[in-house]
């Protein structure tokens, strides 16, 4: 039968055994505990294969901004337009949080009627070619530090070249 007595011993059992089980496995630990604080090996012999220094170089790819425009989908960069949207608008003269970008591709930087701008961008370009738009794009904060505009940026080129074929139907 099982009484309330009985079940008592099973549950104890299985808790003192658990309880030497956990104080087992401290004292291995404390015992067989090899490498520094945070149980990191250290390496006793350390074999040179030179990839610290081919890793220093940081690789910049070139990009031929003629043939990124020329495969460039407006239709797809409309989609990416969306991510725009909610600080820019498409038409002349009207500002939101962000300058308007109606004929922005060749526009001198800076000058968009009623919009106050940070100053930022006129010390890094003087005009919004393919290639300023492109890296503005990509990280706005790395490329002009100091400028207002919050967007984290497009990782993707083929994204940020789509974007810029659609800007560049917005002009005159």
Same mark, same amino acid.
């Given at each position: 039968?099982?009484?309330? !007595? *009985?079940?008592?011993?099973?549950?104890?059992?299985? #808790?003192?055994? /658990?309880?030497?089980?956990? @104080?087992?496995?401290?004292?291995?630990?404390? @015992?067989? +505990?090899?490498?520094?604080? +945070?149980?990191?090996?250290?390496?006793?012999?350390?074999?040179?294969?030179?990839?610290?220094?081919?890793?220093?170089?940081?690789?910049?790819?070139?990009?031929?901004?003629?043939?990124? /425009?020329?495969?460039?989908?407006?239709?797809?960069?409309?989609?990416?337009?969306?991510? #725009?949207?909610? #600080?820019?608008? /498409?038409?002349?003269?009207?500002?939101?949080?962000?300058?308007?970008?109606?004929?922005?591709?060749?526009?001198?930087?800076?000058?968009?009627?009623?919009?106050?701008?940070?100053?930022?961008?006129?010390?890094?370009?003087?005009? $919004? *070619?393919?290639?300023?738009?492109?890296?503005?794009?990509?990280?706005?904060?790395? $490329?002009?530090?100091?400028?207002? !505009?919050?967007?984290?940026? @497009?990782?993707?080129?083929?994204?940020?070249?789509?974007?810029?074929?659609? @800007?560049?139907?917005?002009?005159?």
């Amino acid at each position: 039968m099982l009484d309330t !007595m *009985t079940f008592t011993k099973i549950v104890g059992s299985f #808790c003192g055994a /658990l309880l030497i089980f956990l @104080l087992g496995k401290w004292a291995a630990e404390t @015992l067989y +505990h090899v490498g520094g604080d +945070h149980g990191e090996a250290v390496a006793v012999y350390v074999i040179e294969t030179g990839e610290d220094e081919a890793g220093t170089e940081e690789v910049v790819a070139e990009v031929n901004f003629d043939t990124l /425009l020329e495969t460039a989908d407006a239709s797809a960069g409309e989609r990416q337009w969306g991510k #725009c949207r909610a #600080c820019h608008v /498409l038409e002349a003269g009207e500002n939101r949080a962000g300058p308007y970008l109606y004929n922005v591709v060749g526009r001198d930087v800076g000058v968009a009627e009623g919009f106050n701008y940070s100053g930022a961008l006129n010390e890094v370009a003087d005009v $919004w *070619t393919v290639e300023n738009l492109y890296r503005f794009i990509e990280n706005p904060r790395g $490329w002009a530090p100091g400028t207002s !505009m919050g967007f984290a940026g @497009l990782s993707d080129s083929e994204d940020r070249a789509n974007l810029i074929a659609y @800007l560049a139907t917005f002009s005159e």
